[in-house]
């Protein structure tokens, strides 16, 4: 099993950047899908974005796509969200999650870090 540790989350004002991390520790790492979800009060944890094992393949959800890039670095176990051009509508709680297969469903992505609290200020 790997254990994922995510960084990065903060207060920015709307129209700001910033870069999660998510440390991972374990040695399946690189053979997972790695991905991105958040979850605003009241709401069900919803998809970012995602990474394909070898780096090479990524997915976005429509609400981040040409702001958020995500990448990962398998030689450090880590993987990255690099969130651009921020919106308020984005604050919420930033969830990294591991995979086996690529989707978008968190019910199918059994492993999880304990979140970073990510607040951008209009």
């Known amino acids: 099993q790997v254990q994922l540790v995510e960084s990065g989350g903060g207060l920015v004002q709307a129209g700001g950047s910033l870069r999660l991390s998510c440390a991972a520790s374990?040695?399946?790492?690189?053979?997972?899908?790695m991905g991105w979800f958040r979850q605003a009060p009241g709401k069900e944890r919803e998809f970012v974005a995602r990474?394909?094992?070898?780096?090479?393949?990524?997915y976005y959800a429509d609400s981040v796509k040409g702001r958020f890039t995500i990448t990962r670095d398998n030689a450090k176990n880590a993987v990255y969200l690099q969130m651009n051009s921020l919106k308020a509508e984005g604050t919420a709680v930033y969830y990294c999650?591991?995979?086996?297969?690529?989707?978008?469903?968190?019910?199918?992505?059994?492993?999880w870090g304990q979140g970073t609290q990510v607040s951008i200020a209009s």
């Open positions: 999650a591991g995979a086996w297969t690529s989707n978008q469903y968190a019910s199918r992505w059994p492993c």
């Open positions: 374990g040695r399946t790492f690189s053979g997972y899908v």
């Open positions: 990474v394909t094992w070898s780096g090479l393949s990524t």
